[in-house]
């Protein structure tokens, strides 16, 4: 199970960390990422880490955004600053045993109910 946390409204050039607690397995095991949707626009990877702990990110949020897994907690975060209202989507946290990188895990087998995110 993923659930996602820590979305809101924020005014553009600010922050929010979102949160995905995973339960049922160990994070570390599975590919693990971020995909958001906004409304009228297609699906899209913002960002992914893997097995080893190597991350990828969507050109449109690189340098602005960080994944991170904390293994204790077992928790998936997404730290996002410099925040740009065509940032304004739904967040979803994913999780897939053999899709990795920003780019596939939008095809991911397990989804969260998905956070939302509105940059004003």
């Known amino acids: 199970q993923l659930v996602e946390s820590g979305g809101g409204s924020v005014q553009a050039g600010g922050s929010l960390r979102l949160a995905c607690a995973v339960s049922?397995?160990?994070?570390?095991?599975?590919?693990m990422g971020w995909i958001r949707q906004a409304p009228g626009k297609e699906r899209e990877g913002v960002a992914a880490?893997?097995?080893?702990?190597?991350?990828t990110y969507a050109e449109s949020v690189k340098g602005r955004f960080t994944i991170s897994l904390n293994n204790a907690k077992n928790t998936l975060y997404l730290q996002m600053n410099s925040l740009k209202p065509e940032d304004t989507a739904m967040y979803y946290c994913?999780?897939?045993?053999?899709?990795?990188?920003?780019?596939?895990?939008?095809?991911?087998?397990?989804w969260g109910q998905g956070t939302q995110v509105t940059v004003s």
């Open positions: 880490i893997d097995v080893l702990n190597s991350t």
């Open positions: 994913a999780a897939d045993p053999f899709l990795c990188g920003y780019q596939h895990i939008q095809r991911a087998a397990y």
């Open positions: 049922g397995y160990t994070a570390s095991s599975y590919c």
